[in-house]
């Protein structure tokens, strides 16, 4: 009886071992899954980490470039386009402005004339860019020794300037396309005012094309309504008795109806831009 005991108790023993063994063989799998499960989590959070750590930099990246190409502050940016003559122009090559220019404060700007002294006062923050050119083709001496070109006296009331082609006797003979190598867009437009351009107001000539002003400018002698498109640059401070008295002498009516040189001469002896006081 006890061998058939024996023998049971042997057999039981021997299944247990084999389940232990098995169990011991698949938790051993299990193991060895779980750590490949574990490396392969382990690369995938270390590739996450890295590609985070990469948008992260390059966002900061973005960031940095983008701080640095703002404008710093109280300036604004300013597109300059080439003139090269293509589009008729008679260009006379001064380089460009800075890109970055003051957008606060105002200057004031002064033409020496044969007649005496015209200012205006220019306020940056409404026309930034056009100021900007204005100081820089002064410092230039851009129109230096250049004369008024141009009077109208019928239905628009203006006296025109700031062709750097319109110089000496020779004057008359010019076409008032001259400019320089550089045009921008225009600004500080009087949509909403009535009359648009009223006496006193200094504003920047043009094409019919747009971002097509340049270095000519025209004085309005008397209120004038045109069409909002061509930049206020400031206003006259002193001299207008000077513009009206031109415009009294009357044109030589060159391009008919009013229009044409005026006959009492303007010359422009030296132009600048400082800071107002």
Known sequence: MSSIKDRQRAA??????????????????????????????????????????????????????????APPAGTVACQWIPEDGSTGAKVTDVGTPPANVPNTGKDT???????????????????????????????????????????????????????????????????????PSFRYAEENLPTNASPAYPKGTIAMAKTSSPSS?????????????????????????????????VAKAGTDNANGQGDGHPKTEVDIKTFTMAAAS
């Not at 996450?48 to 966002?59: D, H, Q, R």
């Not at 083709?137 to 082609?165: M, N, Y």
């Not at 002698?221 to 640059?233: K, S």
């Open 109 to 179: 700007l002064t033409m020496d004339t044969s007649l005496g002294a015209i200012t205006a006062t220019v306020d940056l923050a409404k026309a930034p860019c056009t100021g900007a050119a204005f100081s820089y083709l002064a410092s230039k001496k851009f129109w230096d020794g250049t004369k008024c070109h141009r009077l109208t006296t019928e239905g628009i009331k203006v006296l025109q300037c700031g062709d750097p082609s319109a110089k000496g006797k020779g004057y008359r003979d010019t076409d008032g396309t001259g400019g």
């Open 12 to 69: 039981a023993r021997a299944r247990l071992e084999k389940e232990m063994a098995e169990r011991a063989v698949a938790a051993k799998k299990r193991r060895q899954r779980q750590a490949i499960i574990g490396s392969a989590l382990a690369v995938v959070v270390i590739a996450g980490a890295a590609v985070w750590i990469v948008a992260a930099l390059n966002k900061d990246d973005d960031k940095s470039t983008t701080a640095s190409s």
């Open 213 to 245: 002003t340049g270095s000519q400018f025209f004085i309005v002698y008397a209120d004038t309504d045109l069409p909002a498109e061509y930049t206020v640059l400031g206003t006259i401070t002193k001299g207008m008795d000077i513009v009206e008295k």
